[in-house]
């Protein structure tokens, strides 16, 4: 079976996306996400321009082969640009796979682990109080795990508060939002918040916290250490993931569970952090880990480490990232949790798609393939728009990661 077309469309259903749908002789179409948020045309050029004319004529069944065929290849190595590239290419033909053997692609991944993914909702608010309301309506969802976010005291905005609750978008205009950051404010802070909430909502509810890379490891540490009479279920990106070597630090002062991954492209890039046993949850996606092929083995190597997986999935990973992470979820051994935001009307029709949410879990779609398609033409109605991550500074002016 060969791949005889390849395009890249891009389109802005109230968040820019990008999608690669490979077509093939015998007429099954495959398609896979390559979103990089607000760095999108450099992952269409370079799917454009350097990988759709390495894929006409290619064999559909050759997954590995072609994965290895664009990372050697290429010979500059890794990056986000790169591994959400190839990732595309690899969901499309997983996608092809399944459509050609009539079964999902969680079937030819050694099928069901689990009875459904575990996903954990976001509640966020300027206050305390609202961030409460907020947990409460994911609880009467039937959420099992919510992530906590609220503003801090005396900080105009911080990350992960948002007036539009339910659809978190931080990536918008045409220059980056200018946010201004106080450790030592939040520190204090953020206890109070748990306190609160174990308070409320008792001790089963699995409660999460994005900490965004914004701590040095002693930092975290006195984080973790001062969540600890609330056992939450994760701290999330508690400082950048550059040093791998700095978890130790937090590692060796906490209980309190660390998981980090989201900006994470490559097994390369956390083999320290699984083999050292220094995070307890890995958050690599599909899109931007090279895929199915690249992210399962990343989650085999966890497996070995008791290093769970806690998939990232916020708005700017496509319903297509969406229903792969489902199928590897459902089927390793070593699931953690799965995030989940829910995408906004306009994107859901653009990208049809058979997984749903129930009872606090999703499930995958049990259609051949991974169960997602683009409506190519509902697309088109929704052009580019450039959109920015936001910065951070501190009160001084420094320029901090946001
Ligand atoms: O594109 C960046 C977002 O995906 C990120 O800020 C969201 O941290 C995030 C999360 O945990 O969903
Ligand atoms: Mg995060």
């Known amino acids: 079976m060969k791949i005889t077309e390849a395009k890249v469309i891009v389109t802005c259903p109230g968040r820019n996306f990008v999608t690669l749908k490979l077509t093939t002789d015998e007429g099954i179409t495959g ?35 072609t994965w290895q065929y664009l990372f050697q290849g290429a010979y500059w190595r890794r990056g986000p640009v790169t591994m959400s590239a190839i990732a595309a290419v690899d969901t499309a033909l997983w996608d092809i796979k399944g459509k050609a053997a009539g079964l999902p692609v969680y079937q030819l991944l050694g099928g069901r682990s689990r009875d459904g993914v575990t996903v954990y909702g976001h509640a966020n608010g300027e206050t305390v109080d609202e961030v409460l309301t907020e947990t409460a309506r994911f609880v009467d969802l039937g959420y099992r795990a919510v992530r906590l976010q609220c503003g801090v005291p005396g900080l105009a905005s911080t990350y992960g508060v948002s007036a539009d609750k339910m659809f978190y978008e931080p990536a918008k205009g045409s220059a980056p939002e200018e946010n201004v950051w106080s450790t030592e404010k939040y520190l204090n802070f953020v206890p109070r918040l748990f306190a609160r909430a174990r308070e409320e909502f008792g001790p089963e509810l699995a409660m999460l916290h994005d900490v965004h890379h914004r701590l040095t490891p002693v930092e975290a540490a006195r984080l973790g250490r001062s969540l600890e ?6 701290m999330e990106d508690p400082v950048p993931a550059d040093l791998q070597e700095g978890f130790r630090l937090i590692r060796e002062h906490t209980t309190t569970p660390i998981a980090v991954g989201e900006v994470i492209n490559s097994i390369w890039d956390c083999a320290d952090l699984i083999r050292g046993q220094l995070i307890d949850f890995i958050r690599c996606t599909v899109v931007h880990a090279g895929g199915i092929t690249h992210l399962r083995r990343i989650f085999d190597l966890a497996a070995l480490h008791h290093v769970r997986s806690g998939s990232h999935g916020a708005t700017d990973l496509s319903p297509v990232c969406l229903s792969a992470a489902l199928h590897l979820d459902v089927s390793i051994p070593n699931f953690g949790i799965q995030e989940y935001m829910r995408h906004t009307e306009a994107t859901d029709e653009v990208f049809p798609h058979g997984y749903h949410f129930a009872e606090g879990y999703l499930q995958p779609s049990e259609e051949p393939g991974l169960g ?27 320029m901090h990661p946001w």
């Open 229 to 234: 009479p609330y056992h939450l279920f994760w």
């Open 31 to 65: 398609v896979g996400d390559a979103t990089l948020n607000g760095r999108e045309l450099a992952v269409e050029s370079y799917l454009r321009e350097h990988v759709v004319p390495l894929l006409i004529g290619r064999d559909a069944h050759r997954i590995e082969d």
């Open 372 to 398: 997602v398609d683009i409506d190519e033409a509902a697309a088109a109605r929704y052009p580019y728009q450039p959109a920015y991550l936001p910065v951070n500074r501190l009160e001084d002016g420094t």
